[in-house]
């Protein structure tokens, strides 16, 4: 039977990758996130739209648990973690990236995704994790340089992060992100500041990580972008559910065009 912090599932329906019930968040007399309630679907992209200061970054600082929120829960499959540190959430598989990259510039691009491994480390080793050697540290190593292929940063594993051009960071910050080896990904504005050409680069692996098992909710202010990956869209304005559904509907509801674009068309 479930016990009082897991959420009833029926058979063959199995409990939603993260579900936020009834989330508020306030600031002084300001509510960023109010009453919000959404489910995101086991092994599916879902994107959160919303004009600037819609909340979205507070609700991903929520569900991550970097604050508190004043009212309401999250769920990680079926299981309460609403009181649970960013890295107890880390451990039990939620990761996240951030808008304002979270990089380490003087550390190399290969070592910036070894510190991501961090919820996965046995005590002490991250302390040990340069120049101490070992079987785990040599574990990690491989496994970083296979994130970095996966993500086409392999060539440049030795380099400085700093030294990386925008697009590559924006992607390190994906890798060191996935070194924790989520089931569940938050990505806030991955493709934001990325030159056109490279944006595809940044979509074909997210749909990658993706299509290997990974749940993703992704924030984006990109149309192009969330209308091609997102099987659905939930779109907030003032921290509330103004419509959510597939890319097509939500792009034509009328609400939806007037607060997010000021009456212009959300083009696909
Ligand atoms: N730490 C804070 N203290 C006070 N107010 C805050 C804080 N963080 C966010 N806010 C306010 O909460 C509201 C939601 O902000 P948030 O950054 O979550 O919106 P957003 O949808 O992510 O915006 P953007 O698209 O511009 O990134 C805004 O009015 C913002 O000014």
């Known amino acids: 039977m479930a016990s009082p912090e897991t959420s009833a599932t029926t058979a063959g329906s199995p409990a939603p990758a993260i579900e936020v019930r ?11 996130v109010d009453k919000l309630s959404f489910a995101v679907a086991p092994g599916t992209i879902k994107g959160i ?3 600037n200061g819609a909340g979205k970054t507070t609700l991903f600082n929520a569900i991550s648990g970097i604050t508190s929120p004043t009212s309401g829960s999250v769920m990680l499959d079926g299981t309460d973690i609403t009181a649970l540190r960013p890295h107890q959430r880390a451990a039990l598989g939620l990761s996240r990236t951030f808008q304002n990259l979270q990089l380490f510039p003087q550390m190399s691009v290969l070592e910036n995704v070894m510190v991501g491994a961090h919820p996965r480390m046995s005590a002490g080793w991250l302390s040990g994790m340069f120049g101490l050697g070992g079987v785990e540290e040599r574990a990690f190593e ?21 030294d990386l051009g925008f697009a590559d960071a924006k ?28 944006q595809n680069r940044i979509l074909k692996v997210i749909r990658a990580i993706n299509a290997d098992g990974v749940t993703i909710v992704l924030v984006e202010h990109n149309m192009r ?44």
């Open 142 to 162: 491989a496994e970083a340089y296979r994130l970095l292929a996966l993500l086409g940063l392999e060539t440049r594993a030795g380099d400085l992060a700093a």
């Open 22 to 32: 009834a989330l508020t968040v306030t600031f002084g007399g300001l509510q960023a």
């Open 171 to 198: 992607l390190l910050e994906i890798a060191r992100a996935m070194a924790a080896k989520p089931r569940v990904l938050l990505l806030d504005e991955p493709i934001a500041g990325v030159p056109l050409e490279d």
């Open 49 to 51: 739209i919303g004009p």
């Open 225 to 268: 972008v969330v209308m091609s990956a997102c099987a659905d869209i939930l779109v907030i304005n003032y921290g509330k559910r103004l419509a959510e559904g597939k890319p097509a509907d939500v792009a034509r509801n009328p609400e939806v065009i007037r607060a997010y674009l000021g009456g212009e068309a959300v083009h696909a």
